[in-house]
């Protein structure tokens, strides 16, 4: 079981993939306001978790099919993925990122949507003093209220324009970032073994067989 910051970390990773939900429908041209994105799709994603409570609790495949279905296709997931293997992105095969980015995408969504009922009280207020927009790139400042007499959470969303429409890449929770802390933990993975191509395929195989340690280690650090 995963609980206090660790789990906010990928409770917010699953926040992070809805900051695009509400303004599907936006034209092209306009992505609109990335501060309005965020504050609209947390509160419409969390809504839906609220208004389902019963259903995470007993349907296994309601929280999957809610993010593969409604939230992952507004994440710029490859962006992500290419952040996070850095330098090794530029040697893997054109499979080997295909294999990457789908493994790593359905090992955290089925490592912690089975958890989510436990947090679909918290809420998100979005600081729009604090956030910034330059061109196509955003960052937002959000903080997770925990209730219960505990400090709020700050928690600042990475966004950029991707065919339009505002795509999140990458989060910070207080001093944790998803990228920098995946790269560091994926990347020591990866040069552990003989040779890198050799590390980048094991890290691929153990995404692959939904090894939760990888990323219960990047989380946990």
């Known amino acids: 079981m995963i609980s206090g910051i660790r789990f906010l970390r990928l409770q917010s990773l699953l926040l992070l993939m809805s900051a695009a939900l509400a303004f599907g429908a936006v034209a092209q ?14 509160n419409r994603v969390l809504q839906l978790l609220r208004d389902n409570e019963d259903r995470l609790n007993s349907d296994s495949r309601f929280v ?10 507004l994440v710029d997931v490859e962006g992500m993925s290419r952040l996070i293997l850095a330098r090794h992105w530029r040697t893997a095969t054109p499979e080997q990122r295909e294999r990457f980015v789908e493994a ?3 090992t955290m969504v089925r490592a912690y949507a089975g958890q989510l009922a436990e947090h679909a009280d918290k809420r998100i207020i979005v600081n729009e003093r604090r956030s910034r927009t330059d061109g196509n790139r955003a960052s937002v400042a ?17 966004l950029r324009v991707v065919d339009g429409k505002w795509k999140a890449f990458n989060l910070t929770v207080e001093s944790w970032s998803l990228v920098t802390n995946f790269r560091t933990s994926f990347g020591n993975e990866i040069e552990s073994a003989r040779s890198e191509a050799e590390g980048l395929e094991n890290l691929i195989q ?3 067989r939904r090894d939760g340690a990888l990323v219960e280690e990047a989380v946990g650090s």
């Not at 041209?29 to 947390?42: I, K, L, W």
């Not at 007499?149 to 600042?156: A, L, Q, T």
Request: glycine share 6%.
């Open 104 to 106: 790593f995408t359905d």
């Open 142 to 158: 959000t903080e997770i209220v925990v209730g219960q007499g505990r400090p709020n959470i700050p928690v600042v969303y990475d």
């Open 206 to 208: 153990r995404l692959e």
């Open 64 to 73: 999957y099919d809610l993010v593969e279905e409604e939230i992952l296709p």
């Open 29 to 42: 041209a306009n992505p609109g306001d990335p501060v309005e994105v965020v504050q609209t799709s947390a």
